[in-house]
């Protein structure tokens, strides 16, 4: 019989980690189905796409509430149709205010619900662990300090490692990304990541820029590249640009390559997100910032209990780099704590090594890993 594996990833980064899941189960189980929710890159794998993955993509508690009657209709839908016609197992890859309460039905009739990217238990209060463990059969985590969680309230769990490890190169080619970018020699250079949401590059824009025009008057041979993901994004961070055109400064929008702009950079300015590690991942200081809506931030902070949020300082377990979020991210704080990189050579060697060490940990060949933790529920060893 071939075995039929439905699948949920609702944004870049899940459609990313699912597409390389897919191919490494097909190794095993070639003639094997995948349907659900996803994006293009697993669709490239044979993934049948029921719903896009961009329907999932929302950001912050007020954009989730704005969108819930539509995502819970979608839920409701591909719970039912999946009851009807029940696959071998269900993945839920990262979503997890949309997986979770299909993982627990599923589970309920006997399909085996696998979570791939553990919920942030570990910044928030640990009481949604209960809900987890009667949600899913098991766990694959992407750090290495979650699997203890999930042992302690008797989760299967597994960890698997990051899959950014595997891919990123240990020494980043600095010298010729900047070639490729043809970047002239001279100044230094910044990247500047608003994030892959439109509502975050609304929020970071016209800071960004502003940080870019106190910079550039600190050092008036400094270059600025802002990667973007989408046409939509490109366009907002274009309208404040013309906001700010008697500012005349020398920034570049790059259409993707956000990897490449990092790679070249000195200094990394990131929305707090994956983007952060994979700054981590290419040995780049950076300074992490995020604003959000006023309500959304104030409940985020009643709720966390880690007194970061950068994946960066998360893995270090203290602060190796800067994070100035919400308010305290005015334009000349940012420049100042860029600055800091620049003027301190030992500090910034220093997180390279931090960050190696980083790298070396979550290398694990993480798609090979967690095919050969979810295979046992495919052929019925569960």
Known sequence: MVVRIAMVAGEASSDLLASHLIRALKRHLPDAEFFGIGGPKMQAEGFRCWWPAEKLSVHGYVDALKNYRELSGIRRSLCRRLL??????????????????????LKDKGIPAIHFVSPSI?????????GIARSISHMLCLFPFEPELYRSAGVPVSYVGHPLADVFPLSPDRIGTRELLQIPEGGPVFAFLPGSRQSEVRNLADTYIATAAILRERHPTARFLVPLATRETRLLFEEALRRHANLDLPIRILFGHAVEAMTAADVVLVASGTASLEAALLKRPMVITYKIGKWSYRLMRRMAYLPWVGLPNVLAGREVVPEVLQDAATPQALADALDGWLADKARSDEVVRIFTDMHLQLRQNTADKAAAAILPYLRGRH
């Open 122 to 130: 570990w910044a928030w209060r640990k009481g949604r662990l209960k």
């Open 84 to 105: 009807a016609d029940p696959p071998a197992a269900f993945i839920g890859v990262d979503a997890p205010d949309f997986s979770l309460w299909l993982e627990r039905r």
